[in-house]
């Protein structure tokens, strides 16, 4: 197969995040095929040519629509501020790309519907970077769960807490808009839902409780003047899933002391498993029917056995950090594109994460259960 | 102060529990007066007088109306099995005694609450044994939180998950009755429930989403018969406090490989700390504005300069168990008794914690929030 | 079997502690006889009769020769100062008492070793406090290793430490002599040496280097006047073992940090095992042969398949604590001499011990390997 | 600055693993000129031609003086097994190349002196791939001791410990050899010892104890045929460093459990720390004077604020892995070519390391304290 050529749109710390793993995918995994970093575009001409530069791309432009509309592009990347997800993936859809799309894909599950139904329509090959999917650990316990190894699952705890938004003097920005993507329901919600979905399955209904603790931020930092915050700080929610195992699904950007604190506590009918990702490179793992006086959790350290991580090293416990995850991502982008399979996460699979996302902030307002279907 | 003389009912593990702490608490800590560990009662003669030899009772009896009836007996200390507490303690309380009640005092709001107004009629001193709130982890807990060392709560999660009816041929007893105490809800979830009390304040409303996953019990090991099981296996809720905070309770029997993990996670404006009594003596916290590169959460082991636990050992780290929760106890009831300050937790609070439960379990039945004033 | 009768020598926090488990092991086990705390003697009348009071001793004296003569006497328990231990216990021997000694026993080898001639002479029943190793995880790893289980121990690191002396402004003690027990090496050191023994055996060479960081102290706190240290703040060896296995041995009072940082890794052939007192309820295991991408070591709580743990609460996970030791210890030892059994760890066992210690001691100052048969 | 050419000789898991760093490193650092992945040699031709194109090499040779004599190349760095480290590092310190070379640099101190003296003769920039030190918290850790933020050292523990060698049925391999670098004390003490003279500084004498558990390994797996193994699988030594301060240093290659133990403990007069790369991104950090209470060693997450991390995200928590060690490694490299700063560790740090291998090894044999100087 000959390479891709990724048109990168973005060179911000996720732009930056991609290109390392564009360069580091081939060279790591055995693939069918490499990656030609074609063309970056930025907010401008200027920035865009000193990016492509310092990034390794072949060409540059400050015009996001020349990149997605040139010819010799097979896949368009967008790291561009979410609010411009949107026009950019239907664009790239429309120019009958391969649309490969940072997380959130849109701030509202209208707007993933209809991606997603854009998407499908035109037959395109679309992913979502939910890469903390892409964990050898995470591989290993969703290996775990639909193994049977721990029983039917019969409870679930999922939440991804950070501390960025910690401060009242942090500034308003995109990011506490509506527009931005639904506050932290959203920004880190969404990964708790995309966890829970991804090893236990499709939620049916969930009954959350949404709230904003810090109603005001400055315009900027140091700044008197402040704007009022539409979206929440904290989201905690009751989750059932389809397959009757109920659950928890929380996030906050407030949760003083957590850095990246996504995690979550599987429990089975037959034994149980936890993973944090601050400890982004341990599964615990219970069960039933240990020998007596030998019960206890497992920590068990990432090696070559879970998921890619042969990839990076053939030695166990050497650790995987973030940046691989990302690498993991668009190695098993390549994969899937040279087999033929559809890559996944895709937009459906974004829409379908964001109905939840949306359920609970609805849920929320109403007071109410509801039921995911009807989102 | 004279010695108080106590009459222990049932002489089961936390009957031996109390006697073991009755006996610890004058040695330990320097008390104004003593205990006598004067009349025990079992269900039957034999029964009890066995067991009074064995725990160091002066007497016996195989009539507990007769222990509450004793002139010679100033504390009724009642572990006997949860059904029988109600009517031990309007008995105790007719006959003007001190009432020292295991958890949970009541199996439902309805009962607590007339066991309180009957104490509170009868001018009673009264005690119920949460005895997780004298761990002097917990008393350090609440502390930085009412000192404002963390600032404002916004976020708790509280929980205790066990693991002991996982088995599915676990056969059907008391706690699978309404009347043993709602199941989980109130077996457990009452911990969760004293704790979040204890520690963040009263609690304005829930939203609880509980589920009996092993619907049929046998009706003894290896009995092929089976009864249905009407109470919950676990239990998840929402909850909102009445300083504004907001939260989660949970609770499980069936969290395959917890042994006793009663946890929580208290999330402040400036700081945060949690718990877990599987590791009964340590503490974690994390504070705003440490230094840059310096900031993390701190592993705070149990010493003298926490709660009571000076009266244990001088030497920090060294470690206090479970039954010296009980002694804390205990020795915190003899000197309420003898400065004539009421004991606590008492009735009004059991009643408060079991608001919470019953709470929890028709919000759960209606699916919907309750307003806990209306319980 | 009738009710030993004790006599305590020492009211300090190890006297407290000793009383306490007097107390309580009778409740807590199921022993062939109890204890009655018949006299109490301590540095003057007026002291003794006010602990006497305190922990519940029929009797005082002012004047420990009228407690070891006294026939009514079954047992000396001696928590006195380290360095009464000698002529304390020589005179309970010649009385013909059981005599029961808090460690150390002897600041040196060779007073151990007339102790354990005396001892042994006469025929006498004699139980040192080593108390940690009757914690149940440390019962436990005992059983996992004597069974092999974890294969053949080839490496072995012990240690305690603590941060007690490590403000250079605490004053001078009896610690600090020579006398006083051969500072860290015999105070803490002593613990991770009889730990080593224990889990693994006899010590057949050691290889050590002690070191005194603080040279001087002040006479008392706050004192301007100071006093040169001539005993070891640290100590660090290398061990050979009998039988074959490998290892090291180190203590510190000046571990910044440390609080109660007894701890051991045993590493065998087919498996490891750590403990760390600082976690008294923990264990550590981990076995070779764990399937594919499950190896891991678990986390034993403790509960009641573990040592004596069941003698406290049946539900695991519940938590032992410092003083719950004690009570094993004064359980175990009515249990022996009930049975007939020697009680353990005796007289021999704290000189063997102590071998080792002065062994490290020596080995450092000469620079050299020791073989400790020739202490 | 114009790019650095680099001719890699080896493909293996490190050859990799510096080809990926050798393209992240400008991507995600901001560098005063790049990396080109001029030539790269291997065992022969054809393997060096399919590694050449899968990382990403300009040309290929399957004989390593090509490469090192080719005029094209700036920096010839060695990933070829350790006994090909010498004659490869002579000859292209004599092609007046900059040399790059995996540790361990020579299998003793003699070999490594000549490697460095010949450098130091002609004026050579090297470099040796200690890529542990380049962790973000070991950065940390040094500065906090450099700065006195925990007093001053005056313990230190330090090991690695893995277990890949545990089975005795694992073939006799190259590391089995004494020229292979002198089993588990070269292999993996060195890691040790690095990290001791990094973080503490120069050690002036050493007491090992090093054992050979496994003396006969097969031929090849599976094979009856077996061969005498002439190294240590275990070393411990005690060990004093030039400012006094004392501690141990531990390896093993049959530490059942340990994937990736490197690890130490540093005790400072007013505070401690400890690192274990099991968990590469955590520095635990204690300090005397915290509020009375409120003591505790803290866990510090890598992020923005530790050595170089920023360069890999900016978002602290992230973590990074092993890869982005070696990474760091490059950059650092070409920053210190850039500036004209000697590149380190150089050979010659290389050498003081080999030097305390050796002494530990020597001083294990004559089982007596030997003198790093006289090494």
Redesign the interface.
């Known amino acids: 197969m000959k390479d891709l050529r990724f048109g990168l749109i973005g060179s911000g710390?996720m732009g930056?995040?991609h290109?390392?793993a564009m360069?580091?995918a081939?060279?790591?995994f055995?693939l069918d095929g490499g990656v030609t970093r074609a063309m970056l575009a930025d907010a401008d001409e200027a920035m865009a040519e000193r990016a492509a530069a310092?990034?390794?791309f072949e060409r540059s432009t400050g015009d996001w629509t020349t990149l997605v509309d040139d010819p010799d592009i097979d896949v368009v990347d967008i790291t561009a501020p979410n609010s411009l997800h949107k026009p950019m993936a239907l664009a790239a859809i429309a120019a009958g790309k391969i649309v490969y799309c940072e997380k959130p894909l849109a701030p509202n599950a209208v707007d993933a519907k209809a991606l997603m139904e854009a998407a499908e329509a035109a037959g395109t090959k679309t992913l979502v970077g939910f890469n903390y999917l892409r964990n050898p650990v995470v591989a290993?316990a969703k290996e775990i769960i639909d193994s049977g190894e721990?029983g039917d699952v019969?409870?679930y705890?999922g939440w991804h807490f950070?501390d960025?938004m910690?401060?009242?003097a942090a500034p308003y920005t995109w990011r506490h808009d509506r527009e931005g993507g639904d506050g932290v329901v959203g920004d880190l919600g969404s990964h708790a839902v995309s966890m829970a979905r991804y090893l236990v399955g499709g939620i049916e209904a969930v009954?959350?409780?949404c709230?904003t603790?810090t109603t005001e931020r400055p315009l900027a930092a140091g700044n008197e003047a402040t704007r009022p915050v539409a979206v929440a700080?904290?989201m905690?929610?009751?989750v059932?899933f389809d397959n009757g195992a109920?659950?928890?699904l929380?996030a906050?950007w407030?949760?003083?002391?957590?850095?990246?604190?996504l995690a979550c506590e599987v429990?089975?009918?037959?034994?149980?498993l936890t993973i944090d990702?601050?400890?982004?490179?341990e599964?615990r793992?219970?069960k039933?029917n240990q020998a007596?006086?030998?019960?206890?959790?497992?920590?068990?350290?990432a090696?070559p056995?879970?998921g890619d991580y042969a990839a990076?090293?053939?030695?166990?416990?050497?650790?995987?950090?973030?940046?691989?995850l990302k690498t993991i991502e668009i190695a098993r982008l390549l994969t899937a594109l040279a087999s033929g399979e559809p890559p996944w996460p895709d937009f459906r699979e974004a829409w379908e994460i964001q109905r939840v996302v949306d359920g609970i902030s609805r849920s929320s307002e109403t007071?109410?259960?509801v039921r995911i279907g009807e989102i």
Not at 292 to 301: S, V
Request: aromatic share 8%; proline share 4%; hydrophobic share 35%.
């Open positions: 710390f930056r995040c290109a390392q360069m580091a081939p060279v790591l055995e310092a990034l390794g290993t721990i019969v409870g705890r950070e960025y910690t401060d009242p009954c959350g409780d709230d603790v700080d904290q905690r929610a009751l059932r109920k659950g928890t929380e906050s407030l949760a003083t002391g957590r850095k990246m604190n429990t089975g009918s037959r034994g149980a990702l601050e400890r982004l490179n599964l793992l219970y039933v007596a006086g030998r019960e206890g959790f497992k920590t068990i350290l090696g056995d879970h990076f090293t053939p030695a166990p416990g050497h650790q995987l950090g973030f940046n691989d007071r109410n259960w």
